[in-house]
């Protein structure tokens, strides 16, 4: 089994009680609903690369970044060739103000998410969400 750790940034976007997420198309974690980010690039910064994957995944330009929370999960999957993985992911969690929400381009990126979405935050709880995203948003009780 091979092991790997992956280091990534994710925004938490919220914007008249509702949340920026976006639905997974590859990974261990493809077809769950995520918080938009992913891994840190060579030389970027994790503020750079938060702007970066928001602007990427949803198509909106970050404003401000407040760091929230770091998480750690690990999981174990078979990736698309069968082989099997074992995963640490650490993710640094950023509240995160962003121009003009109503402009989220709903179609992702195509790479990383297929699909981006507002949810009214009482909507979540229904959803299939990644092992981050449901700790955090758990957890998470602010409007």
């Known amino acids: 089994m091979k092991r790997v750790t992956h280091l990534g940034v994710y925004a938490l976007i919220k914007s ?9 198309s590859r990974g261990p974690y493809t077809g769950s609903w995520d918080l938009p980010g992913g891994k840190i690039e060579f030389g970027e910064s994790p503020i750079q690369a938060l702007a970066r994957e928001v602007e990427e ?7 401000a ?14 990736n698309e060739t069968g082989e099997f993985i074992d995963l640490h992911h650490i993710g640094i969690i950023f509240a995160c103000e962003v121009s003009a929400p109503e402009e989220l381009r709903h179609t992702g990126d195509d790479e990383d ?6 949810f009214p935050l009482p909507a ?3 959803l299939n969400l990644t092992p981050f995203a449901h700790t955090l948003l758990k957890r998470d009780e602010t409007p």
Not at 16 to 24: D, M, N, R, V
Not at 57 to 63: I, P, S, Y
Not at 113 to 118: I, T
């Open 65 to 78: 970044a407040t760091l929230i929370d770091s998480l750690s999960i690990n999981v174990s999957f078979e």
């Open 124 to 126: 979540v709880q229904y």
């Open 113 to 118: 998410a297929s699909e981006a979405r507002w």
């Open 57 to 63: 995944e949803v198509g909106l330009k970050l404003q």
């Open 16 to 24: 008249k009680g509702s949340i920026a997420l976006i639905l997974k």
